[in-house]
Each structure stands twice: as structure tokens, then as C-alpha cells.
């Protein structure tokens, strides 16, 4: 139901956008969020934008990512800037409904490297 797109390998300093596509039959978005985990570590909260657009980053990437959302076309996206090894990781697209269920999209692999 969801389709994740934008990765690849990038230098450091570099950006990426990335998209996640919901499918047709899903009627609303609610909270998305990005979500990424790196080898060895657990998965990670990278940005949420709830309906009303308020967003939340993690500190990490404050003032280098933003998360958008387009609901017409039921997208987000994830701008990544400013790109550093640390951030390489699989991230994932997450959708949490009003009752609270999760759905994941596949991951697409981010790589910051010289």
C-alpha cells in the first residue's frame, strides 16, 4: 500500500527526495512518517507530518531534512540536504491511521559516501 522511491548513493553534502506513494484505495493519509535503519541499530524516527501539517524532527536532522505531504495525490516526500555518513541507512515510509494501526512500505537503501 505503500511504495517508497528516491534512494541511491550520494557524496557527503549531497541531497536526495524522497517519495512515498500510497496506493488509490487508501481514502486518507493521516500521520506519515519516515523512519530509517542503519546496519546494526534499531529503526529510527526520522520526521512525522500529522494531517494538519504540524512536523517533528529527530535532532539529528533538524534543519537539514523536511517532510511534506501532498494528500491529493497522497504522497510524502522527504527532502534530504546537507547529507552526511550517518544517515545512511534503509528508510521506510509509515502510515499510522486514527485508531493507531501502523503500515510500512518497503525500504530504499540511502548511501552517503565518498
Known amino acids: 500500500q505503500l511504495q517508497a522511491s528516491g534512494g541511491g548513493l550520494v557524496q557527503p553534502g549531497g541531497s536526495l527526495r524522497l517519495s512515498c506513494a500510497a496506493s488509490?484505495?487508501?481514502?486518507?493519509?493521516?500521520?506519515m512518517s519516515w523512519y530509517r535503519q542503519a546496519p546494526g541499530k534499531q529503526r529510527e524516527l526520522v520526521a512525522r507530518?500529522?494531517?494538519?501539517?504540524?512536523?517533528d524532527y529527530a535532532d539529528s536532522v533538524k534543519g537539514r531534512f523536511t517532510i511534506s505531504r501532498d494528500d491529493a495525490e497522497k504522497r510524502v516526500y522527504l527532502q534530504m540536504n546537507n547529507l552526511k555518513a550517518e544517515d545512511t541507512a534503509v528508510y521506510y515510509c509509515?502510515?499510522?491511521?486514527?485508531?493507531?494501526?501502523?503500515?510500512w512500505g518497503q525500504g530504499t537503501q540511502v548511501t552517503v559516501s565518498s
Open positions: 488509490k484505495s487508501i481514502l486518507r493519509l493521516y500521520t
Open positions: 509509515n502510515r499510522k491511521t486514527s485508531v493507531g494501526a501502523d503500515f
Open positions: 507530518i500529522e494531517m494538519s501539517g504540524n512536523t
